[in-house]
């Protein structure tokens, strides 16, 4: 009950296009859902993050779209530029509780 | 500027040799986290400590143990390294009830040979 279950596990997208990687849950205690950015040789680092009271949050060419309801959520990253290529986590937190459930990862790729 | 630092960042170590990796914060947070993560895997929480009061996760093996001396620095003690445990570890901070989001350190990699 306190996975994360994310896809794909990896995604090239051409430039300019938007990349969409989706992650669901089963535990309806999770409260906290954010999104982190992992380069090679580099700890993860907060991209955006949402609450189940809103259904969507954007911020710059990133929005994570939220349906409770299915317990689901999902990153999308518009205008994708080769600068994004890295692997991206999604992550859980239920309320209460300080330790975040990290989703298996995508590795994306955006060619030139 | 640095907010959260780990050292060193690679660190090779001898089976059954133990081995001690530090993270230090400027953040004054009062919750400290370490992560072990494999190659293509996700983070693993292994324990975090929560001012001084220490929570290990029930599957972090015996072998792992921490220290927390002051709130600036944590350390993550492998008493006996295998194989198995060369990774990516991984420190992080927030402060509870404040900042939600968990600020990580750039890891130290493990390898045991």
């Known amino acids: 009950q306190q996975q994360v279950k994310q896809s794909p596990q990896s995604l090239i997208v051409q430039k300019g296009g938007i990349s969409i990687i989706n992650c669901a849950y089963e535990n309806t205690a999770f409260d906290y859902f954010p999104w982190y950015q992992q380069f090679p040789g580099k700890g993860p680092a907060l991209l955006i993050a949402?609450?189940?009271?809103?259904s969507e949050k954007k911020e710059g060419r990133f929005t994570i779209s939220f349906n409770k309801s299915a317990k689901q959520f999902s990153l999308h990253i518009m205008d994708s530029q080769p600068g994004d290529s890295a692997t991206y986590f999604c992550?859980?937190?239920?309320?209460?509780?300080?330790?975040?459930?990290f989703g298996s990862g995508t590795r994306l790729q955006v060619q030139p | 500027d640095a907010m959260v630092i780990q050292n060193p960042r690679y660190q090779v170590t001898q089976f059954g040799k133990p081995v001690t990796l530090s993270c230090s914060q400027t953040?004054?947070?009062?919750?400290m986290y370490w992560y072990q993560q494999k190659s293509s895997q996700a983070p693993k929480l292994l324990f975090h400590?929560?001012?001084?009061?220490?929570?290990n996760e029930a599957d972090t093996p015996d072998n792992f143990q921490s220290r927390r001396p002051n709130t600036s620095f944590c350390f993550l003690d492998i008493r006996s390294p295998g194989l198995g445990d060369a990774a990516m570890y991984l420190c992080?901070?927030?402060?509870?009830?404040?900042?939600?989001?968990?600020?990580f350190g750039p890891g130290t990699r493990l390898l045991v040979l």
């Open positions: 992550a859980a937190r239920a309320a209460g509780r300080r330790a975040l459930t």
């Open positions: 400590y929560y001012d001084k009061d220490f929570n």
């Open positions: 949402i609450r189940p009271d809103v």
């Open positions: 953040l004054n947070h009062n919750v």
């Open positions: 992080a901070t927030n402060q509870q009830g404040i900042e939600e989001t968990q600020y």
